[in-house]
């Protein structure tokens, strides 16, 4: 059976949808726990069947704590005159996140130790957090504070930091197989439309896609905040983590810049194998980087305890774009027709994974006589008979257990899709057999 993802799906439909997604949830003020992470699962439940699990804030989870979870209600700085300057309900970057609870009047000098700008980008407001040292501060643009001239100002931040817990979603798509996918995105950012958001509706569009179709692998889909919440989920879930065979961080997927993808710590996993033919195939500019324990949640699924075969998926890396970490990171830099460039790159990608196998050629001395049998010239148009031939003796040529399809495609240079079909074919004339692994 041949699982061909990508068919009967038009990604131009399906991109205005994944970009309203981030429109929709850009407001909500998002952190590593709290409402606004809850908020943001409930309303992708109304689109795939979530469950939203609550861990208590003090649970051990490996070497980390879950925290306690932080709330907000609104925040401002105001003025001599009583007009706020600085309006968390305007924008939610102006706190840093995580910010425990202040209101009083305050001088400036004092204030200034608590303001973070951007002198570089003026205009931009820059997202901070400080999740693991309790304090409070305010983010705004250069310009902004410039201009505050007052010697006191009123400064609120009506936020709580409490024993509560931490939240994540997880969807599962039962496949043929135990085997499984891991695709893993996290929500804790604010209103950051390529970090998170992107990532967050690329993942959710892609699960409601996949729960139609009837798959080889299980795939599990989890929705978590960075770092702590993998960590979480790692913790909660090691007895099961051996079933997953290949896996995908999701992130940084809306912006113009080309696809990068930083490799699993294996380094040589399918996954990679599968992502490198991808964007080798794509014509377009891309760029493949090693394993690196720095970036998103890939560090936590390849720490060495684990070693899961999992790489990361994004168009611009981390910290690579002027925008990262800004407010500038906004409905702006995030456009449709990217979202859709990589969906389809994704699910090109997940098309390998779902039919990439290993065969042996039954009759391996030798080229069995491919006339005698009909296979000459017999399958598919006469045009690319010549093709056809060709891949039939590079699959029963490689197929000798070891090799895959994907390395079988790698080495003749033809595509996944007809090496596939050739080993299809193969198989219905008895020259070929799929290994059980
Ligand atoms: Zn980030």
């Not at 996993?269 to 195939?281: F, G, P, T």
């Not at 794509?282 to 305890?305: A, K, T, V």
Request: charged share 25%; aromatic share 10%.
């Amino acid at each position: 059976m041949s699982i061909k993802i990508g068919t009967e799906i038009h990604v131009s439909d399906i991109s205005q949808k994944m970009y309203d997604l981030i429109s929709e949830l850009y407001p909500i003020c998002r952190s590593i726990t709290g409402d606004g992470v809850r908020k943001t699962l409930y309303y992708l439940k109304q689109q795939i069947p979530l469950s939203i699990h609550e861990v208590k804030s003090g649970t051990q989870v490996f070497d980390w704590t879950v925290p306690k979870e932080w709330n907000i209600k609104d925040a401002y700085i105001k003025n001599l005159q009583g007009e706020k300057i600085i309006d968390f309900k305007k924008l939610n970057l102006h706190v840093l996140n995580y910010s425990i609870p202040i209101h009083q009047k305050i001088k400036l000098e004092e204030l200034k130790q608590h303001i973070i700008t951007l002198p570089d980008q003026p205009e931009w407001v820059p997202y901070r957090t400080s999740y693991y040292k309790e304090t409070w501060g305010f983010c705004m643009s250069h310009h902004q504070m410039m201009e505050m001239q007052d010697p006191e100002y009123e400064v609120c931040i009506d936020s709580s930091l409490e024993d509560g817990s931490l939240t994540y979603g997880e969807y599962f798509i039962q496949g043929n197989t135990e085997d499984e996918v891991l695709i893993s995105c996290h929500i804790c950012h604010p209103s950051l439309a390529n970090d998170n958001l992107a990532g967050i509706a690329l993942t959710s569009f892609l699960a409601q896609y996949l729960s139609q179709l009837e798959l080889r692998y299980s795939y599990r889909f989890v929705f978590i905040p960075g770092t702590i919440g993998s960590i979480t989920w790692l913790s909660q879930n090691q007895e099961n983590v051996n079933k997953i065979k290949h896996g995908l961080v999701i992130t940084c997927i809306g912006d113009p810049g080309k696809s990068h993808y930083k490799k699993s710590r294996r380094g040589n996993a399918d996954i990679d194998k599968a992502v490198i033919y991808v964007l080798q195939r794509s014509s377009q500019e891309y760029e493949i980087q090693e394993f690196s324990p720095y970036g998103y949640d890939e560090r936590q699924y390849c720490s060495p305890g684990f070693n899961l075969p999992v790489g990361c998926l994004m168009r611009s890396p981390h910290g690579t774009y002027p925008e990262y970490h800004t407010s500038a990171d906004n409905l702006d830099l995030v456009k449709p027709q990217y979202l859709a460039d990589s969906f389809t790159k994704l699910m090109a990608v997940l098309n390998i994974i779902e039919n990439n196998s290993k065969y042996v050629n039954q009759n391996p001395k030798c080229e069995p006589q491919l006339g005698k049998r009909g296979l000459y010239g017999a399958i598919g148009g006469q045009t690319d008979t010549k093709k056809r031939e060709l891949a039939m003796l590079w699959v029963l040529n490689m197929s000798d257990g070891e090799n895959s399809l994907l390395d079988i495609a790698e080495k003749s240079g033809f595509e996944f899709d007809l090496i596939k079909e050739t080993a299809d074919t193969l198989v219905q004339f008895d020259l070929l057999k799929k290994t059980l692994h």
